[in-house]
């Protein structure tokens, strides 16, 4: 199989999972060099709007990243999902010089060419709507993509709200994350931060 020289994969990456690593490794594979993109990285490259609950939100919690008005805490930054992401691949024996992790403003499109080569092909995986959406709305501002699967929702692994509940609730969630990412959180408080974070 012929590799593609640089590719693009993406997603949030709210605690990384087995199920993004299943994905991103698989993208490694198809390519010589990886740009791993996390969407959501700040405040103004997210799915809201920048409003007064954000800034009186901000005003009083200057270290907290601001999520959403319905759910406004979170406790991983761009940083963390960068260093969860980095350490879990290289666990997995992926050298660090073929890839890197940059922002990626999914919600803000049109400012995606200051971050990926435009000449780069992004790689998808499609489970619902919103992954379908994704294709074309990538392929309509000129990006190559290469599907890698099309799955039903049930095939799923986990997902990251299923890791963060069992977090808060206490549950085991150790064996549905890469041992990096575990340390990780651990390490960091992280798991105490999100049960503050709740609500």
């Known amino acids: 199989m012929k590799k593609i020289k640089t590719g693009i994969a993406q997603g949030r990456f709210h605690i990384i999972h087995w199920g993004h690593m299943e994905y991103l490794l698989e993208a490694k594979k198809n390519c010589e060099y990886l740009i791993i993109g996390i969407t959501d990285c700040d405040p103004e490259r997210a799915y809201f ?36 992401i980095k350490d879990a691949l290289i666990d997995e024996g992926v050298n660090p010089e073929e890839f890197d992790i940059v922002p990626f403003p999914i919600h803000k499109i049109e400012f995606l060419k200051y971050y990926i080569p435009i000449n780069s092909t992004i790689f998808i995986t499609i489970y619902d709507e919103w992954g379908k959406q994704k294709v074309e709305m990538f392929k309509k501002i000129g990006f190559k993509i290469k599907i890698l699967w ?24 150790s064996k549905l994350v890469p041992k990096a990412v575990y340390n990780y959180i651990i390490e960091n408080n992280l798991h105490e931060k999100l049960k503050r974070c709740k609500s």
């Not at 954000?54 to 963390?80: G, I, Q």
């Not at 799955?151 to 509940?165: H, N």
């Open 49 to 84: 709007n920048y409003d007064k609950t954000m800034h009186d939100y901000d005003r009083n919690n200057l270290l907290e990243p601001f999520r959403s008005v319905n759910n406004p805490v979170f406790p991983f930054t761009f940083y963390d999902r960068m260093k969860m």
């Open 150 to 173: 099309e799955r039903d929702m049930s095939t799923r692994f986990t997902t990251g709200t299923e890791v963060r509940r069992r977090i808060i609730n206490n549950e085991d969630w």
